[in-house]
């Protein structure tokens, strides 16, 4: 299927030259696209980037709202999310944008949240990277709840013991790209270019007070360390907050650890190559969701889809699409 702006270029090339000249540059533009590399986002972190927003509208509470289907049928913004459904009301699955998620692999479509009742950022942020490329794109997705950057996730360079989700999330990776082609069958013979992280953790060093002084110096320990790991230098990182709360958050360790990772994007060293993203504005009160988990920005599917779209647009500022 052609982005709009693909069809408008074509049919100005059609008028102009006429038919013999556009098929010449359709089958050349083509070959061109199957020889690009698959672009491979990784997308990382805690229970929050494994995502619980709710698919299914539970009409005994507040009539299903916050709900994925709630969203698509009658939220006030129902036109921006029309493209989550087709015509026959099933969920679409992108054939363009295919997920790995600890073994689960397949077309990006609803369900690849900690459950298959559930969505995570993944959606809105293959959504704007899907639209963006001509070539297809591959999201790896490694993500566990309750998990620290001051232990789970420690990176070398920060001392002491390397935490063991680190480990994994390096060794995970690096496996998935090397076995893409027999994992995804139709992307057989493709080369991989691994070309951004998402990250959106947080919650366990916020509840901690020294993994919450330590979390900007352990940040940028990962970011270097992971780029590293995986030789992959000046890899693109977005950074999405870990603003659960919402704008009216008070306590003094959630407002540290926001204000260390936005510290970290503006280090002189990750100019140009990390990015913060403000997550606050997404939340949406328990009475407008599913549940009143804070911790999972209330189980809302507008929010998570909403994360991972600013995510997604905040990676293309890195990773030009053209």
Do not use: C
């Not at 709710?54 to 507040?62: H, K, P, V």
């Not at 992971?226 to 990182?237: E, G, K, M, Y």
């Amino acid at each position: 299927m052609l982005h709009r702006k693909e069809h408008d270029t074509m049919q100005t090339l059609l008028g102009r030259f006429g038919l013999p000249f556009f098929l010449l540059l359709l089958i050349l533009g083509s070959t061109a696209v199957a020889d690009a590399p698959v672009k491979v986002f990784l997308l990382a972190g805690q229970s929050n980037m494994v995502g619980a927003g709710q698919i299914a509208a539970n009409s005994a509470r507040n009539g299903g709202q916050g709900s994925l289907e709630w969203l698509v049928e009658s939220s006030p913004a129902k036109e921006k999310y029309a493209h989550l459904r087709n015509s026959s009301g099933e969920w679409v699955e992108r054939k363009d944008v295919r997920i790995w998620n600890f073994g689960r692999t397949g077309g990006l479509a609803p369900g690849y949240g900690s459950n298959l009742g559930t969505i995570g950022p993944e959606l809105g942020f293959g959504t704007v990277v899907g639209e963006a490329f001509d070539e297809p794109v591959l999201l790896i997705k490694i993500a566990w709840g309750g998990k620290s950057i001051g232990k789970d996730f420690r990176p070398p360079s920060a001392g002491g013991e390397v935490g063991p989700e680190y480990r994994i999330l390096v060794d995970r990776t690096k496996e998935v790209l090397q076995d893409a082609g027999r994992q995804f069958p139709e992307l057989a013979g493709r080369t991989f270019e691994l070309a951004g992280i998402g990250w959106h953790q947080g919650w366990n060093d916020r509840v901690n007070q020294e993994f919450n002084d330590a979390y900007e110096v352990n940040l940028a320990h990962f970011i270097r360390d992971i780029r590293r790991d995986l030789d992959a230098p000046d890899l693109p990182f977005v950074i999405a907050e870990t603003g659960m709360s919402g704008p009216q958050e008070k306590h003094p360790r959630a407002l540290s650890l926001m204000a260390a990772q936005a510290a970290v994007a503006k280090m002189p060293e990750f100019k140009g190559n990390v990015a913060f993203v403000g997550t606050r504005s997404f939340y949406r009160e328990p009475d407008a969701s599913p549940s009143g988990q804070q911790y999972h920005w209330n189980s809302n599917a507008e929010t998570y889809y909403l994360i991972g779209e600013a995510m997604g647009k905040a990676m293309l500022v890195m990773v030009p699409s053209k």
